[in-house]
Nanobody, 115 residues
Framework: QVQLVESGGGLVQPGGSLRLSCAAS????????MGWYRQAPGKERELVAF???????NYADSVKGRFTISGDPAKNTIYLQMNSLKPEDTAVYYC?????????WGQGTQVTVSS
């Protein structure tokens, strides 16, 4: 089992920045990749970015050049640095950990981009 705890969401104006954190605990050595998903009201949950155990990263086209995913193995934590935020980035952001046969989710953190 893996437990994930997110933090760092909030309200920000368009063009602003936020950094999300996701701390993992439990069977962390079984994690193959971790990532961030988001779900806006009335929409399906979508992948934002992920990072693999060897440091490889991938991003949704909508966030490329604005968001950066990174990891700190010493803290068992991943981060999502979000810059140049847009109103369409408003959503609940979920941390995800992928193991070989299971996936685990955090509780979600709200990000609202509004003036």
């Amino acid at each position: 089992q893996v437990q994930l705890v997110e933090s760092g969401g909030g309200l920000v104006q368009p063009g602003g920045s936020l950094r999300l954190s996701c701390a993992a605990s439990g069977s962390i050595f079984s994690i193959l990749a971790m990532g961030w998903y988001r779900q806006a009201p009335g929409k399906e949950r979508e992948l934002v970015a992920f990072i693999t155990r060897d440091g490889g990263t991938n991003y949704a086209d909508s966030v490329k050049g604005r968001f950066t995913i990174s990891g700190d193995p010493a803290k068992n934590t991943i981060y999502l640095q979000m810059n140049s935020l847009k109103p369409e980035d408003t959503a609940v952001y979920y941390c995800n950990a992928a193991l070989q046969t299971t996936t685990h989710w955090g509780q979600g953190t709200q990000v609202t981009v509004s003036s």
